[in-house]
């Protein structure tokens, strides 16, 4: 094992956050992804799991939540970042910045660690894509999830896009781990604990 000198950087503990949502809530570890809108059963799901790595270590696996801890930070953060953002502009063609291309909606897909997923993807308001929006994603208290930018052009007129998302395709974030049961899928490459599935 490497030893950290001044000049490394300390590990990432990827478990500690964990820890915390097993005594204080799901907050934790969801708070952290913005472009993830978790379900209250999703919710339920994070604290399963966090339990459960509360009992490996106090059953002397520590290594082993850890290890599990960092492969869902993983996959959270790809699912968090995916399809980067969204390229479009302004009228007067100055570029809307920080417009997630997709948000990924997690539900409980009841099994051990298990999630639904469904991707949504960036649409303009007022854009032809634009159509019925109770189809569109919702967060937790059933508001649309919108993303509003504003700009402002030569003349100091503001202009405001807003963004909504509307359902992409669907999948499963499915733990593959130790105990972890049948998932009924197939997995291409390496999976760790968890592996996430089309």
Known sequence: MEAINESSPAPIVYLNQ???AAYSGAGSVTSQYTNLVFTPE?????QQIAGWFVGLVHGGRKDLAEKAAEDIHRRFAYLNEYGGN??????????????????????????????????????????EQDGDRRTFLRNRWDSLVDHPRWGQDAAGEREMVNYYY????????????????????VSLGDIYFWGIHT
């Open 18 to 20: 964990w820890i915390s």
């Open 42 to 46: 999703a919710e339920s799901r994070v």
């Open 86 to 127: 969204v390229e479009s502009s302004f009228g007067d063609g100055s570029p809307v910045v920080g417009v997630p291309r997709y948000k990924v909606r997690l539900g409980d897909d009841r099994t051990f660690g298990g999630f639904t997923l469904g991707w949504y993807r960036a649409v303009r308001g007022g854009s």
């Open 166 to 185: 509307g359902f992409d395709f669907h999948g499963g974030l499915a733990y593959h781990g130790p105990g972890g049961g049948e998932t009924f899928s």
